[in-house]
């Protein structure tokens, strides 16, 4: 019942996507494949993916104990913070905490999950800022 329930959320949520793609405009300068083909194209996949849960659910899951539901909320609560405080503390140093804490939180040691914390944001930073230039939040120290 409750991948019924999630499928049709997800077929409500990918109408009303496609809906919204509908209203983008049309800029002066278009190319070919036009502003609206990349919404209507995750829209379609959301609407197949849905009405495949719809039609085909699993059985009846085991819904997680009262622990591993707060492991979850404080995964959540970890990714908002995340959020609230990468414009203070610049992106590699607040991916470098919140990357460490998720992949611990997943099962790797403290240790290496801080390492993968530092070579996840030492790495996106290089590619995305370095060579691609795009700009990622400066914290204290200019990165």
């Known amino acids: 019942m409750s991948d019924r329930i ?3 959320f997800g077929l ?11 209203t983008i405009k049309d800029s002066f300068m278009v190319d070919i494949v036009g ?9 379609t996949v959301l609407g197949l ?4 849960f719809v039609i085909r659910p699993d059985k009846e899951p085991d819904w997680p104990i009262l622990k591993d539901l707060a492991e979850i909320l404080f995964a959540a609560a970890v990714m908002l913070a995340y959020c609230w405080v ?6 590699v140093i607040a991916t470098i905490f919140a990357t460490a804490y998720l992949t611990w939180r997943l099962g790797s040691a403290p240790l290496w999950s801080l390492v993968t914390g ?13 060579i691609l230039g795009l700009s990622l939040a400066k914290g204290p120290f200019g990165f």
């Open 6 to 8: 999630f499928g049709g």
């Open 12 to 22: 409500a949520l990918a109408i009303f996507y496609v809906w919204a793609a509908t």
């Open 35 to 43: 502003p609206r083909a990349f919404p209507y194209i995750v829209g």
């Open 49 to 52: 993916t849905s009405i495949y």
């Open 86 to 91: 990468l414009p203070e503390v610049g992106f």
């Open 118 to 130: 530092l070579a996840t944001s030492v790495g996106i930073y290089v590619v995305f800022h370095l």
